[in-house]
Structure formats: C-alpha cells, structure tokens
C-alpha cells in the first residue's frame, strides 16, 4: 500500500512536471500565431466574451481594425499582445495635424497602460493609387510622433497594412517587383519602415491567387499538402503558395530599398463556405497547416518564424461577396467550425 502510493505520487509529480512543461512549450510556440477580430457581423459575441475565447484557446495575439472602446477595456490585464487599427476613414483627419494623432494616441493606447499594444496598422489595404494613400504616410509620421514623445516607441511599432494586389511580378518568387504605378506610394513608406525598424504588415492569401487561376495553379499547392517541390526558382524549391507569395514580396522590397524589414503577416485564411473550393475541410487544412507552417521560415528567409494573424475570429454575414462571410474559426455563438490547436 505504501510502496504503489509513493510510486503513485512520484508518477503523479512527474506528470505534473511534463505537463507544466508543456504547457510552457505551448506557450512559446503557440505565440507566434494570433487571430483577427473583425466585427462585421450581427449576433457576434460581446468584447468580454470573445477575449475569454482568446484565453480558452491560447491566442496570444490579436488584430483589432479599429480601436473599439469594448474590446480595448476587455483586453486590459489579458496579457494578449494587440494589433490596433487606424482606420481608412480616420487617416485624412490624422494626417492632417500632429494634435489630432497625438489625441488618438491619448485615448486609443496611453488610456489603456495595461493593454500589450505591439503594432498600430495605419490604414488595411489602402488602394495605391486612390484619394486616400495621399494621407498614409503623414498618418503614419504623426501616430509615431505621438508614441515615441509617450515614451512607447520601442514598445509599439508603427506600420501600414497592404495587399499582394500591389505586386506587379509575383512569379517565379526571385522575379517579385511592385508594379510601377504603386512605386510612389509605397517606395517612401518603405523608407519609413527602414529607418524605424518596423516590419511591413501583409494581408496574404494563397486562396484568392488559387481562385484567381485554378487552371495553372494547384489546390494541394495552396494548402499546403503538395508532396515535394512544386515550383523550382533557381536553388529555392518551393512546396507550397504561402512561402512562393511572400518571397515575392521580400523579392520585392529588395528591389525597392527595403531588403532589411521583416514581414508581419497581417491577415491569411480560407473560407469554408460561398465560393471556389470552400469547405469546411479546406478551411481546416490551410489553417492547421498555416499554424504549424509559420513557425519555420521561407525558402528565401529561412530563419523563421513568421509572425500571423489568421483571418478571422468570427464568421461575419455583413461582408461580400458570399464567401467573405466564411473566414471565421468560430461561428457567432463561439463554437469553433472545426478543431484547430493554437499550439
């Protein structure tokens, strides 16, 4: 009796030991990976709620669009590390003086000294060359200004969030070049990035260049689950979409005077449902292989991981066309579509 009670506690300490241990290594690894909040949905559930599903499943890291009050006040003590967005509608009044950024820095990130801000995104997917870039990078340089005079500017860095749209040659991934009618917008925000030390934010999906060309380009290439080299791009062998894009964007910013800054993967994901080769299970697929994929590097930039924000906590029904409402991981009322490990 004696003898198998010890054995039992000492098994009992050395499961307790493996298990803290893995729940160390979970925290390390699953870390690198957060999750986008979008709120263009009816029925979602409250800023309270969702954070206490960002802590149920482990995601350390989160993308807000735009500094809602609700979800910055759910966030105070959580610990989860906060992208926060300025948004398109917000960036002429921002850019127009250094006071009104230094106000929305007041309210939006020295108000809520116990929220981990990481990045602020100024402007998601601004178009090149509509009315509005004029104001990115003013915007930018005030929301800088008004966080390095609050003594944050190690602590939150500043950047813009873009889409793949503005790579003119994507193919093969060495030959990646912005197309020469972005040039002007994008060249002296690269700068800015340069000289700050700031990564560029990247909204990157394998699907829509799937969708946009399924004749030449392979499903099992975009999600991950083509067996061995697919595209061969001098001494680079590349298996899957996701690494061959954003080389081609690293390509590209090397030709653009940019070849130090790192990538933040701002947004990626796969719908389950509303359109070309949207299950339930492709969605699976590319999201548990995203996961696991990120923690390494590319074939361009081994060193890895590559910081990601999968797109997108929640199913969102205001969005079009149909198979936009179809990112989530989870439905409205908070049961995931299918099992997905953060770790």
Request: hydrophobic share 40%; with cysteine; aromatic share 10%.
């Amino acid at each position: 009796m004696f003898d198998s009670t010890v054995k039992g506690s000492s098994t009992m300490a050395s499961l307790l030991l493996l298990f803290g241990l893995l729940m160390a290594t979970i925290h390390l690894t699953g870390a690198q990976t957060g999750v986008c909040y979008g709120m263009q949905g009816d029925n979602l559930p409250s800023a309270g709620e969702v954070v206490a599903l960002y802590n149920q499943y482990n995601i350390r890291r989160m993308r807000l669009y735009d500094p809602n009050q609700a979800a910055l006040q759910a966030l105070r003590g959580s610990n989860i590390e906060l992208m926060v967005g300025v948004p398109n509608d917000a960036l002429q009044n921002i850019a127009s003086s250094q006071a009104n950024a230094n106000t929305w820095v007041q309210n939006n990130i020295r108000n809520y000294g116990n929220v981990r801000f990481r990045y602020v995104a100024v402007g998601n997917e601004v178009n090149p060359t509509g009315s509005t870039a004029q104001f990115v990078l003013p915007a930018m340089r005030n929301i800088f200004n008004a966080i390095s005079a609050a003594g944050l500017g190690n602590q939150i860095k500043v950047s813009t969030a873009i889409d793949t749209g503005v790579l003119g040659t994507s193919y093969p991934p060495s030959q990646g070049a912005f197309r020469s009618d972005v040039t002007s917008f994008l060249n002296p925000i690269i700068s800015f990035l340069v000289n700050n030390r700031a990564p560029l934010l990247v909204n990157l999906y394998p699907y829509f260049s799937y969708i946009s060309n399924t004749r030449d380009i392979r499903l099992d290439y975009a999600l991950f689950t083509a067996q061995g080299t697919v595209v061969q791009d001098g001494q680079r062998s590349y298996s899957n979409l996701f690494d061959a894009i954003l080389d081609a964007v690293y390509s590209a910013l090397e030709r653009a005077g940019g070849g130090s800054l790192q990538i933040v993967i701002s947004e990626s994901g796969w719908p389950s449902a509303g359109g070309t080769a949207t299950t339930v299970d492709n969605a699976r697929i590319y999201n548990t292989n995203l996961i696991q994929h990120v923690k390494g590097g590319t074939p361009k930039k081994p060193g890895g991981p590559i910081e990601t924000y999968l797109f997108a906590m929640f199913d969102e029904n205001r969005k079009s066309p149909e198979y936009e409402k179809h990112f989530g991981l989870f439905s409205p009322n908070k049961q995931p579509k299918y099992s997905l490990n953060f770790n």
